[in-house]
């Protein structure tokens, strides 16, 4: 498998159907059930990780350029990509079958959305062990951290992507959810730290790797890379979400943030609609930063030289 640019669009696109998934049983498991805001989620999977993975098929690269290749990569069970597949399809029936039942009865089996969240789980963490599956070593793709950093980084975009939809198709509900307004404070925070132990584990390495190690760290940090990553990914992807939710939380504060960031909608005088387009941009710009990450773990990422 070649790993570039492109792909990213397909780890960003799983991730995000799977913390989507996340976020619609916990719509239905509340004290005060969202049902539209879970078949938005429910939508949102189908469509992000269906189309994630015909972007994965039609990489000119191990897809369409090569069929016979990428046939014989994902049947093979002793392959990471395969059990991939195989996650990621009973995780899309799984989704397909959540939402027609949801269509048809109203409430899904409880079994059924276990069986989805354990689904979803590994299919975003899986997104990060799928990078650790290349044929040749890459220091910043570090098994013990990256596949938590992703499993993270699904939950935030997958909540973000859900919210946005829901304030357009069921505003009353987005609000609805008292976890959902600690999740916009608590998650960035915790993926930044993530990301720090992730450069912080890559750059003690040691030995043959230790060269490709530090050129990675270096390449986010200062180099090549440093520019999308300080600004497209630290600053719009989390701090920017991170000071939108809190402003929000504030009430007054909200406003100004929102204006910062060309937010506030043409004509919103009340602090009520500048909040909202607050809180809208955030989950937008929440969703940039999913995105940014990996393109940069992707691309920053040098393999190791054996002399």
């Known amino acids: 498998m070649v790993w570039d640019g492109f ?13 989507a998934f996340v976020l619609g049983v916990l719509a239905g498991w509340a004290k005060n ?19 994630g993975t015909l972007v994965l098929v039609f990489d000119a ?10 046939f014989l990569l994902v049947t093979n069970l002793s ?9 990621l399809s ?66 935030s975009t997958g909540f973000a992507a859900v919210l946005l939809v829901t ?11 008292p ?9 960035p925070v915790l993926e930044l730290v993530l990301v720090v132990v992730l450069l912080a584990v890559t750059a003690s390495v040691q030995g043959s790797a230790a ?41 007054a504060g909200a406003p100004k943030v929102a204006a910062v960031v060309g937010a506030a909608a043409p004509g919103a005088g009340s602090d009520g609609s500048a909040a909202a387009a607050a809180a809208g941009s955030g989950k937008a710009l929440a969703l940039v930063g999913g995105f940014m990450l990996r393109y940069l773990v992707i691309m920053a990422a040098l393999p190791v030289v054996l002399a």
């Open 7 to 19: 792909v990213a669009f397909y780890l960003f696109l799983a991730g995000l159907g799977a913390g």
């Open 33 to 51: 059930p969202a049902p539209r805001m879970k078949k938005i989620a429910f939508l949102v999977v189908l469509v992000t990780v269906a189309v």
């Open 61 to 70: 690269k191990a897809g369409l350029g090569n069929p016979m290749r990428f």
């Open 79 to 87: 392959s990471v990509m395969a059990w991939g597949v195989i996650i």
């Open 90 to 155: 009973a995780f899309l029936v799984v989704a397909f079958v959540d939402l027609v039942i949801l269509m048809v009865k109203k409430k899904t089996p409880k079994a059924l959305d276990i069986v989805g969240l354990a689904l979803s789980v590994c299919v975003a963490a899986y997104t990060g062990v799928l990078l650790g599956d290349a044929g040749v070593a890459f220091p910043l793709w570090n098994m013990a951290v990256l596949p938590i950093l992703f499993v993270v980084s699904a939950a």
């Open 167 to 177: 304030r357009l198709a069921a505003p009353d509900e987005a609000a609805g959810l």
């Open 179 to 187: 976890l959902l307004a600690k999740a916009g404070l608590v998650l």
């Open 211 to 251: 060269e490709a190690a530090a050129a990675s760290v270096g390449a986010l940090v200062s180099g090549a890379y440093a520019v999308p990553f300080w600004l497209g990914f630290v600053v719009v992807g989390l701090v920017l979400p991170f000071a939108l939710e809190l402003a929000r939380h504030r009430g």
